[in-house]
């Protein structure tokens, strides 16, 4: 069976994913575990790795199903029909997930380069590097053209 991504409503990715699950739909909302910082403390949470996107596993036929869903906005499409994603690209996510990149150095690098992505779940993948702060670093990537940010790593 095909996966499909659909577009939810803002912060409703993982509720979204829970209720596809109980309506019998295979679902995968991919999360992080992020440091976030408020004025009086630091905690860890878990956050969705692509906003606003899960991913669905269906038979073209029922694809109408989702719709059932509250949360849900409507399919990604690309070139005039839903997007698929491959099964091995749904696998190297999950297994991308599972390492987590535990830090970078930033040096000899500027606004404009082509960066490869060593670990993690973009692993193997390449981004232009759109912006560098002190402790991150904002990439575009080229696949996908999606804008992420590697955070170095913070200790609670």
Same mark, same amino acid.
């Given at each position: 069976? +095909?996966?499909?991504?659909?577009?939810?409503?803002?912060?409703?990715?993982?509720?979204?994913?829970?209720?596809?699950?109980?309506? #019998?739909?295979?679902?995968?909302?991919?999360?992080?575990?992020? %440091?976030?910082?408020?004025?009086?403390?630091?905690?860890?949470?878990? @956050?969705?790795?692509?906003?606003?996107?899960?991913? %669905?596993?269906?038979?073209?036929?029922?694809?109408?199903?989702?719709?059932?869903?509250? #949360?849900? @906005?409507?399919?990604?499409?690309?070139?005039? *029909?839903?997007? @698929?994603?491959?099964?091995?690209?749904?696998?190297?996510?999950?297994? #991308?997930?599972?390492?987590?990149?535990?830090?970078?150095? %930033?040096?000899?690098? *500027?606004?404009?380069?082509?960066? +490869?992505?060593?670990? #993690?779940?973009?692993?193997?993948?390449?981004?232009?590097?759109?912006?560098?702060? *002190?402790?991150?670093?904002?990439? @575009?990537?080229?696949?996908?053209?999606?804008?992420?940010?590697?955070?170095?790593?913070?200790?609670?």
């Amino acid at each position: 069976m +095909p996966w499909y991504v659909i577009y939810t409503k803002p912060r409703n990715e993982k509720k979204v994913a829970e209720r596809l699950k109980l309506a #019998g739909i295979t679902a995968f909302c991919p999360m992080i575990n992020m %440091v976030k910082q408020w004025s009086d403390r630091k905690k860890k949470v878990q @956050v969705p790795l692509l906003n606003s996107y899960v991913f %669905v596993q269906l038979e073209e036929k029922n694809r109408e199903a989702v719709f059932q869903i509250s #949360g849900v @906005v409507r399919y990604l499409f690309w070139l005039g *029909k839903p997007a @698929v994603v491959r099964e091995d690209e749904i696998d190297a996510l999950k297994n #991308g997930l599972k390492d987590t990149m535990a830090s970078f150095e %930033v040096k000899d690098i *500027k606004v404009g380069d082509l960066l +490869p992505i060593p670990s #993690g779940p973009f692993q193997g993948k390449e981004g232009i590097i759109k912006q560098i702060n *002190k402790n991150s670093l904002q990439l @575009v990537l080229t696949e996908l053209g999606v804008l992420i940010t590697l955070h170095k790593e913070d200790k609670l």
